[in-house]
């Protein structure tokens, strides 16, 4: 794994602009994405880019069960305000919280993902290791799936919602499967919050107990982190 240490969430974020405005230069055209706080400096630096995205596709990584992409907690919702609004893709897919039949919408989902191969995967990382929401314990061959919630997952994603017991306790996520079969990886991780996963997940051994251990398997991964999140190294 290719290490980048960075100041912060800004020196993060830029860097991992380059490194999407390269693979572009080189023809990458699809892109994986993630929500959270931790890509939100990347996409303000794609936004005030004068790049055009309207040839490219995006493949979101997860969404809330129960959310739909007009409720502002909602992860369409966030790509949306984040990125979308601004600057257009020619398509952009995220799972449907909505969706009725939720295991046909799994099964949808893998289409879409194997329609579309990842050339370029954006992730963050939970306090917990986790990528997507794929928490600890899912299996390494897991495709899109219908995940339960842990509760250090629920409490840390509070901050967005009134009150904790509006958070949704389900969501749809790709599986570590299709996030594995992406060309190329970039990891971003800010904050004394993600250290102890930034530990495991770099020095400590491939376990399904922390999902983002398993992109030591990876041939092209680059981890971003800040000062704080390197704190344990
Ligand atoms: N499903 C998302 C993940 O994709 C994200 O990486 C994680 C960390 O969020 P944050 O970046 O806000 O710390 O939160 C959620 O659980």
């Known amino acids: 794994m290719d290490i980048i ?6 020196e993060g974020g830029q860097k991992a602009f380059e490194i999407i405005k390269n693979g572009i230069a080189n023809g990458a055209d699809t892109f994986g994405l993630a929500t959270g706080s931790t890509p ?3 996409y ?8 055009d995205f309207s040839d490219k596709v995006s493949v979101n990584l997860d969404e809330y069960v129960g959310l739909d992409g007009n409720d502002e907690q909602s992860y369409r919702y966030f790509m949306n305000q984040h990125l979308f609004n601004h600057k ?3 398509k952009t897919y995220v799972p449907d919280g909505k969706a009725e ?8 989902y893998d289409d879409v993902i194997a329609d579309n191969p990842i050339d ?3 992730l963050g990382i939970g306090q917990n290791g986790h990528i997507g ?4 314990g899912t299996s390494f061959d897991a495709t899109t799936h219908v995940v339960e919630l842990t509760e250090s997952t629920v409490n840390a994603n509070k901050r967005y919602f009134d009150k904790v017991e509006d958070v949704p306790t389900r969501a749809l996520t790709m599986g570590i499967r299709s996030i594995m079969q992406s060309k190329k990886i970039i990891l971003m991780a800010f904050g004394k919050a993600k250290a102890d996963a930034v530990k495991g997940m770099l020095e400590g051994e491939v376990t399904e107990d922390l999902p983002a251990s398993v992109l030591q398997n990876h ?7 800040d000062e704080e999140a390197a704190s344990q190294l």
């Open 88 to 90: 257009p893709f020619k």
């Open 101 to 108: 039949d939720l295991d046909a919408e799994c099964k949808r």
């Open 120 to 122: 370029i995967q954006v």
């Open 219 to 225: 041939n092209d991964v680059a981890v971003i982190i």
């Open 133 to 136: 929401f794929n928490e600890p």
């Open 44 to 51: 303000s630096y794609m936004v005030s880019s004068d790049m």
């Open 5 to 10: 240490r960075v100041k912060n969430a800004d």
């Open 40 to 42: 939100e400096t990347m």
